[in-house]
Every structure is written in C-alpha cells, then in structure tokens.
Nanobody
Framework: QVQLVESGGGLVQPGGSLRLSCASA????????TAWFRQAPGRDREGVAC????????YYADSVRGRATISRDNVQNTVYLQLNSLKPEDPAIYYC?????????????????WGQGTQVTVSS
C-alpha cells in the first residue's frame, strides 16, 4: 500500500525552526514530484513547497519563500521541509503528497488522499 508519513512537527517559539519529514513506504519518492501543504483551522489547504522529480527544481508559495527549504534524500526515501523564522501565521497541520502539480506560481494537489499530517504550533 502506498503511504506517506509526515513527522517532525511540534511547538516552537516565534522565530524558531522545524524540519518536517515525509517518508515513503512502498515507492521511490524520486519518481514523483512531492509537495508540502498546510491547513489551519477554518482555512483552505495551501500548497507551500514542491520539489520536482526530474531535476529537483523547487517551488515555494509566497507565504514561505525565503524561510523554507524543501529537499529530498533518495537514500532515506524522504522529503524534508525546513521551516525557519516561524511566524504566528505558520501554525497548521502540514501534509505531504505526491499527487501534485507544481509550477513557479502554483502548487496544486491533484488527489484527495491525505495522511495524518504533522502539527506545527508557534507560540511564545
């Protein structure tokens, strides 16, 4: 069964950092583009970062550009999202997906299957 498992969330102070992990079980992540999304209570799910399969090109939403880095470790079969300078507007459940369409100005989910995600909380 194809599955992505998110981890690494937690409680951090404003200005802090977290590294989120998206681990694959059942397929190689380097064969697919992979993106991180987030959803805060009462808000739509937002695509925040994406890494392509072919050349590792990366794309970011304006809301995190300059503060986030998406990367992939093909040996660990894991995609990471490093979040720095966390802000009060960053708290959400963060999800990853391989059913995505990514361009320089759009990160879109193409499927409806989501894992449990990982919670990011920013509070002093």
């Amino acid at each position: 069964q194809v599955q992505l498992v998110e981890s690494g969330g937690g409680l951090v102070q404003p200005g802090g950092s977290l590294r989120l992990s998206c681990a694959s079980a059942g397929f190689s992540l380097d064969r697919y583009p992979t993106a991180w999304f987030r959803q805060a209570p009462g808000r739509d799910r937002e695509g925040v970062a994406c890494i392509s399969s072919r050349n590792g090109a990366t794309y970011y939403a304006d809301s995190v550009r300059g503060r986030a880095t998406i990367s992939r470790d093909n040996v660990q079969n894991t995609v990471y999202l490093q979040l720095n300078s966390l802000k009060p507007e960053d708290p959400a459940i963060y999800y990853c997906s391989k059913e995505v369409f990514c361009t320089w100005n759009r990160i879109r989910a193409e499927g409806n299957s989501w894992g449990q995600g990982t919670q990011v909380t920013v509070s002093s």
